[in-house]
């Protein structure tokens, strides 16, 4: 055998063998895990632990158009804390639609908010009935239930059909918890803007959380908050001015994926 005829077997294996790697490496993005985010460069949307062709797949995404200068404002809450309704006169003011998502027991405890949200435009999305963790949930029967359970509560709270978007509690998710939202017609959405702002005993400053959610602010954001923070009710008015100042606007969730 030739040097040249062993050098191109010698290439072609290497081929196959990125090939392999990738295609592990393509599903390893969508297996188990926590959503989770990787910021390269400042003002400009950071890398995620799945890309947003993969996530196109299963009706999901963390991100907008990166050529509008357009923000999506949504909200997780487990609990009311007292903040919720300052976030909403905010949220007014600014005339900047939102998205909440919430779990049963905020339903429960927390049906005048709930209606207030529905009544001033926002958007009402689905985190379960019990904040689980639903990687570990692989029957449709069991994942769907706590869909569906929650659609329920927030029909008999409302009287309105609860929109179908689902977050998955903690981030963490599986390519089976995608696989079934999608069939139970849910459209998935996680984040490409957020930082640690759940922790009640350990409340970031003012300075510390515009550090976070103004450097790495980026066309397209979906910013991820939490309404059971202190601090986000007392900065969101000065946050949402400076957002307008450098040229965004505020979008609904839906207009995540009308380009879908």
Known sequence: MQRRDILLILAAVCALAAL?????????TVATGSWGLSFRQEGQPPV?????????????????????????????AGYENGCTAQILDVLKAHNAPAAFFLVGNYIEKNADLVRR??????????H?????????????????KELTDLEALFREVTGKEMAKFYRPPQGIYSQKNLEMAKELGYKTVFWSLAYVDWK???????????????????????????????????????????YEQMGYRFGSIQGLFQES
């Open 20 to 28: 392999v790697l990738v295609q592990v490496g393509s599903r390893a």
């Open 117 to 126: 949200m529905v009544a001033e435009g926002h958007t009402v999305g689905n």
């Open 128 to 144: 379960t009935m019990h904040h689980y963790n639903m990687s570990k949930l692989d029957s449709m029967e069991t994942f769907s």
């Open 48 to 76: 995620g632990p799945a890309n947003a062709d993969t996530l196109k797949k299963y009706d999901a995404v963390y991100l907008g158009d990166t050529e509008q200068k357009v923000l999506y404002l949504t909200f997780d």
């Open 200 to 242: 009640q005993d350990d409340q970031p400053t003012r300075e510390a959380a515009l550090a976070k959610l103004l450097p790495r602010v980026h066309n397209g954001a979906v910013i991820l908050l939490h309404s059971t923070s202190k601090t986000n009710a007392e900065i969101l008015d000065e946050l949402l001015t400076k």
